[in-house]
């Protein structure tokens, strides 16, 4: 995501490469680059002006630190601002009440629906909630069928009313239907409809006013860029709703609806969409956001997501067989399946710092580790087991029995050994102080 404006503003950071010192004429020059980056990338010309004179005004009263030159300081202020336009800190989704009640609204094709089980699929697995989806959209063909499958998937039943053609009314007795049965949120997903359908637009305020939701969510194509960015604008007119959801970002490389939306509509992003699968969905941090926009990598969210799939008991045993030196292909495919489950690989690698951009033009997918474990599928128990009575012969079997080459198998117990050995060191008092470490990074000031 944002690779196009992510190189630009690094080009145009160099300019102030080799100066001693910023001045009003160097300044001029790196932020008339700033603000042509940011065109490209779709946000409006108001804005992007607005945003390079902030720029200017906090670099030009600034002093230079002897440890840090005028490219260092440019980029940090400038993150600062991009943090600030994306709303600065990150929104809490509502969910008090008995039970919650959230109200999903958007444009045709915006991912309304997707995105409704997605959240239903994050609060049920991350909050703790136990939610229940509402089918309120009666017009497109198989919307009900389509949030049925999605709510299957996520394990969230769904409430619906085949036959009806009243929105109100289903949103209604839904949410006495979630208060029979202990549902304490009640997602509704609305028909997607345009900003200037009048009778859909009274339709939806129709819902609001009948149901008085504590949370409404307006769902928008981030690669729509400025045309999301007016849509949003025209809805939260209508709505005056809590917060924008940002999909398929993942897709956009310019990024203009994520930095704008903000400032045009004074409601934060409280979600992005970034992938298809029914967990592809984060929190949207404004901060972290800068960070990635600026190649500095996401290490807190990387962390984060290892936190999710961190399971206490599952470490302490791994710790005392790697303190044995008992650490053995069974262990590594399981830790292999946990990074899996992290998410999409290439995302995953690009929040770590200055990896992104060397991987930007690399092919990584989501089968990055299937030669692996084809390998070690390939060995006996025995063998997974015990790695060192891995001779020639039983590696000539292993390639035949996984499809690949000899020098692929040998290259993996080599890695593996390697990795056997750094585990090892790690499991002392070293180990522990970089764990420790990492997981203290969440609270990092100024993240």
């Not at 009313?161 to 208060?179: C, D, F, Q, Y």
């Not at 045309?227 to 917060?243: I, P």
């Not at 290439?346 to 991987?359: E, R, Y």
């Not at 891995?390 to 292993?398: A, D, P, T, V, Y």
Request: charged fraction near 25%; aromatic fraction near 4%; charge should be positive.
């Amino acid at each position: 995501m944002f690779e196009g404006l992510s190189e630009k503003l690094e080009r145009s950071f160099k300019l102030l490469k080799g100066h001693g010192h910023i001045s009003e004429i160097n300044v001029a020059e790196t932020l008339k680059e700033v603000r042509k980056a940011l065109l490209d990338a779709d946000v409006s010309y108001k804005i992007a002006k607005d945003f390079t004179e902030s720029v200017k005004e906090k670099a030009l009263g600034q002093k230079i630190l002897t440890a840090v030159s005028p490219g260092q300081l440019m980029v940090k202020i400038v993150h600062d601002e991009l943090a600030t336009l994306m709303g600065s800190e990150s929104a809490e989704i509502n969910i008090k009440g008995s039970p919650a009640i959230i109200l999903i609204a958007g444009l045709q094709g915006s991912g309304k629906t997707t995105f409704s089980a997605k959240l239903a699929n994050f609060l049920k697995t991350k909050r703790g909630r136990n939610p229940i989806l509402v089918a309120g959209d009666v017009y497109r063909p198989a919307a009900i069928n389509q949030l049925q499958v999605l709510g299957e998937q996520v394990g969230v039943k769904v409430y619906s009313e085949e036959g009806s053609k009243e929105p109100v009314k289903i949103a209604k007795n839904a949410i006495s239907h979630a208060k029979e049965y202990g549902y304490n949120v009640v997602i509704i997903d609305t028909a997607g409809r345009l900003a200037i359908d009048e009778q859909m637009m009274n339709e939806i305020s129709s819902i609001k006013q009948s149901v008085n939701p504590q949370e409404i969510l307006f769902v928008v194509d981030s690669m729509t860029g400025q045309d999301a960015v007016n849509t949003a604008k025209t809805f939260n007119e209508r709505l005056d709703y809590n917060g924008v959801v940002l999909t398929k970002l993942d897709g956009d490389t310019r990024g203009g609806a994520a930095l704008t939306i903000k400032a045009v509509v004074d409601k934060p992003i409280k979600f992005v969409g970034i992938g298809e699968k029914m967990d592809a969905i984060d929190v949207f941090h404004p901060s972290r956001m800068a960070d990635r926009i600026l190649g500095m990598g996401d290490i807190v969210s990387l962390v984060e997501r290892a936190q999710e799939q961190f399971d206490v008991e599952e470490a302490r045993k791994l710790q005392k067989k790697i303190a044995k030196n008992q650490f053995n292909f069974n262990d590594f495919l399981n830790q292999i399946k946990q990074i899996k489950k992290m998410g999409n690989v290439k995302d995953l690698m690009g929040m770590i710092p200055g990896v992104g951009k060397a991987i930007k033009n690399m092919d990584i997918d989501d089968d990055a580790f299937k030669g692996i474990e084809a390998i070690i599928y390939s060995m006996t128990p025995e063998e997974r087991d015990d790695p060192k009575i891995l001779n020639g012969s039983r590696r000539k079997r292993i390639a035949i029995g996984s499809g690949t080459e000899i020098q692929e198998v040998n290259q993996l117990i080599k890695q593996f050994a390697e990795t056997q050995k750094m585990m090892k060191a790690m499991s002392g008092g070293k180990g522990k102080n970089m764990m420790r470490a990492l997981s203290n990074m969440k609270n990092t000031p100024g993240r």
